[in-house]
């Protein structure tokens, strides 16, 4: 979990640690984008408002889960 503050706009810094390529994808959040094996992707979110927003990688999901609240 990553806790934000909510009503601020957040600059996420995904790193893809994995030789593979992933995609960062969130309903909630309204983003999606793959994120080549070893690279690293930065993608803005927010301001959101106090709640939870899970994201999820599309290409393991059953591994790459996690989820933001901003509190």
């Known amino acids: 979990m ?5 009503g601020v706009k957040i600059k996420l810094i995904v790193i893809n640690q994995d030789p593979t390529p992933e995609e960062f ?10 994120i080549g094996g070893g690279r690293t992707a930065i993608i ?8 939870e927003y899970p994201f999820f990688g599309e290409f393991n999901m059953d591994t790459a889960l996690g989820k933001i609240i901003a509190e």
């Open 25 to 34: 994808e969130s309903f909630e959040l309204n983003r999606e984008k793959i």
């Open 44 to 51: 803005y979110i927010g301001p959101l408002k106090p709640g």
């Open 2 to 6: 990553l806790y934000v503050p909510a």
